[in-house]
């Protein structure tokens, strides 16, 4: 009996021993693992930036437009007898060009009868003339000495007849201007972008016949708020800004020509002039709308990174030397090819470059450490 009793102890003791071994391994590999855990950091591809002076552009929206475009109306009333074969939208025409022709039968009519008022009115003034030379030759045969009264001599009258003839005159000029207006002509060399008119159709008095523009001479003007304004060079003055198209190819050059004196009247926003470069090798179009890329100004202690570098909340995400992760608030300067330019704290500043995150996560946090992993950058 007692000898059992002895062996049911010995087992406890042994069941004791084996129970508190597994107890103690487990807790050291919930430690090792736990040790594990901390040591395994997460990897973050970040650029060397540089601190430094760094010049972007400022990128507008516009429209490119033609220097000369006219709404070709009629002058005066009439039926259309002619129009030109070149007469159609989408044709280019030549400065003089004809384009339609009027009927010119009653124009003709009133020019034939304003110079027969004409001659009439100078028939008339000679005679009045020859009167008035005749009463002063009898003057001065009857009194030598004495000067002849204006009307003694009829001069009132000559007078009276030279204002008809210089009336008779402009009656002949506004009817030969009427004749001439039979003729719509192009005024100046450019594509016909619309047409309103056929032959036999009555036209009267500010109808649209055409529409033509010059597309040899192309102008951009944009509209610029202050801080854009700001931020331009101040030597743009004549500089040259670039023409990005929708999808952002390069269509072209402009040059600045004028602008920043006033603000417009609406929008209190600053306007500059341009004009698209005739360089011959210009993809730019009347009415395309674009995108103007002008020249900012160089701006002291400010980085250049990556456009994905800037969260949709303006934040970017650093790694300071401890490889722990930081963020500082920011706002882009200039957006150019991809890149952004921003400026950073002053206590960053200091440090002559910073270590940013390419492409920061939602789920990272500040304080958190990780492993950097340097990406050269593309020039």
């Given at each position: 009996m007692v000898r059992r009793v002895l062996w049911f102890v010995a087992a406890l003791l042994v069941l004791g021993g084996v129970l508190a071994y597994l107890v103690v391994q487990e807790d050291t590999a919930d430690v090792s693992s736990s040790t594990?855990?901390?040591?395994v950091l997460q990897p973050v591809s970040v650029i060397e930036a540089a601190v430094g002076p760094h010049q972007g552009y400022v990128s507008v929206f516009a429209e490119v437009k033609p220097r000369w475009s006219v709404e070709l109306k009629a002058?005066?009333?009439g039926t259309v007898r002619k129009v030109s074969l070149d007469a159609l939208a989408g044709k280019r025409v030549r400065e003089g060009m004809e384009l339609v022709r009027l009927d010119a039968t009653p124009y003709e009519a009133e020019l034939a009868n304003a110079q027969y008022e004409l001659a009439n009115a100078e028939f008339t003034l000679m005679q009045k003339q020859n009167k008035s030379r005749i009463a002063a030759n009898d003057w001065r045969a009857s009194r030598p000495t004495e000067q002849p009264p204006e009307m003694a001599i009829h001069l009132p009258e000559v007078e009276v007849a030279?204002?008809?003839?210089e009336a008779a005159q402009q009656r002949v000029a506004s009817a030969r201007y009427d004749v001439n207006s039979t003729v719509i002509a192009a005024p100046f060399s450019g594509i016909i972008t619309s047409r309103s008119v056929s032959i036999g159709q009555s036209v009267s008095v500010?109808?649209?016949?055409?529409?033509?523009?010059d597309d040899s001479q192309l102008d951009i003007h944009v509209s610029l708020d202050s801080r854009q304004w700001n931020l331009l060079d101040k030597r743009?003055?004549?500089?040259?800004?670039?023409?990005?198209?929708?999808?952002?190819?390069a269509i072209g050059t402009a040059t600045v020509q004028r602008g920043g004196g006033f603000l417009d009247r609406e929008s209190r926003r600053y306007q500059l002039f341009l004009e698209v470069d005739d360089t011959g090798g210009s993809r730019a179009?009347?009415?395309?709308?674009v995108t103007v890329a002008l020249p900012g100004k160089v701006i002291d202690n400010t980085i250049r990174i990556p456009e994905s570098a800037l969260t949709p909340n303006g934040f970017v995400w650093h790694v300071d030397a401890g490889n722990v992760l930081r963020r500082f608030e920011a706002r882009a300067l200039f957006r150019n090819d991809g890149d952004v330019v921003i400026q950073p704290p002053d206590a960053l500043s200091e440090?002559?470059?910073?270590?940013?995150?390419?492409?920061?996560?939602?789920g990272?946090?500040?304080?958190?450490?990780?492993?950097?992993?340097?990406?050269?950058?593309q020039q």
């Open positions: 594990e855990q901390v040591e002058r005066i009333s030279e204002r008809a003839v500010g109808d649209t016949l055409f529409e033509l523009l743009w003055s004549r500089a040259s800004a670039s023409i990005l198209d929708e999808e952002g190819a179009l009347p009415g395309q709308f440090m002559g470059a910073l270590r940013v995150l390419v492409m920061p996560m939602a990272y946090l500040p304080g958190q450490k990780v492993e950097p992993r340097v990406e050269e950058v």
